[in-house]
T-cell receptor, first 114, second 110 residues
Framework: DVKVTQSSRYLVKRTGEKVFLECVQDMDHENMFWYRQDPGLGLRLIYFSYDVKMKEKGDIPEGYSVSREKKERFSLILESASTNQTSMYLC?????????????FGEGSRLTVL | DQQVKQNSPSLSVQEGRISILNCDYTNSMFDYFLWYKKYPAEGPTFLISISSIKDKNEDGRFTVFLNKSAKHLSLHIVPSQPGDSAVYFCAAILFTSLIFGKGTTLSVSS
């Protein structure tokens, strides 16, 4: 079974704090993704990565950065958290050769910024 | 501009009846479509997919229909069960990006 693990299920941070969200997958997938889910807005892509040290902006990259130093790990960084970044963050992975688009998601990290 | 649209935010169905969830898209370059299901406090899970060269794909109680001329796809669940109550996301692939709709919340009452 593919497993995508997000390190924190629930976080509460203060405005201006730096926030790290970690994601690890155990299936040697090339592709990794960070989405955020908000009511009425669906899933929106923040950043994705096709390989180690590679990253591409998604639809809403502003206020975020990412790091992929190892194949299995993809980190999302909020340099200075703001209240409008309160959301559910979802990490996903997929095989590089699979063009059917099936993503394997983690359980999500619910971030609240006060 | 939304490329994948789920115009019904919610749908309520009685147990045993058919649930039909709809999805419209605007980009004719999409070559693969998927449906994901999401329970609260869990990540989305893949449900069923369809290639743009097909018009129907079936997996147990779930069938996805694709009408390319209308740029429309639908997910049929027959018979609906209370455990099907979840948010359903339609998604489309463009090159290597997966674009999601906003989701439809399905409630199945017993």
């Amino acid at each position: 079974d593919v497993k995508v693990t997000q390190s924190s299920r629930y976080l509460v941070k203060r405005t201006g704090e730096k926030v790290f969200l970690e994601c690890v997958q155990d299936m040697d997938h090339e592709n990794m993704f960070w989405y955020r889910q908000d009511p009425g807005l669906g899933l929106r892509l923040i950043y994705f990565s096709y390989d180690v040290k590679m990253k591409e902006k998604g639809d809403i990259p502003e206020g975020y950065s990412v790091s992929r130093e190892k194949k299995e790990r993809f980190s999302l960084i909020l340099e200075s958290a703001s209240t409008n970044q309160t959301s559910m963050y979802l990490c996903a992975s997929s095989p590089g050769t699979d063009n059917t688009g099936e993503l394997f998601f983690g359980e999500g990290s619910r971030l609240t910024v006060l | 501009d939304q490329q994948v649209k789920q115009n019904s935010p919610s749908l309520s169905v009685q147990e045993g009846r058919i649930s039909i969830l709809n999805c419209d898209y605007t980009n004719s370059m999409f070559d693969y479509f998927l449906w994901y299901k999401k329970y609260p406090a869990e990540g989305p899970t893949f449900l069923i997919s369809i290639s743009s060269i097909k018009d129907k794909n079936e997996d147990g109680r779930f069938t996805v229909f694709l009408n390319k001329s209308a740029k429309h796809l639908s997910l049929h669940i027959v018979p609906s069960q209370p455990g099907d109550s979840a948010v359903y996301f339609c998604a489309a692939i463009l090159f290597t990006s997966l674009i999601f709709g906003k989701g439809t919340t399905l409630s199945v009452s017993s």
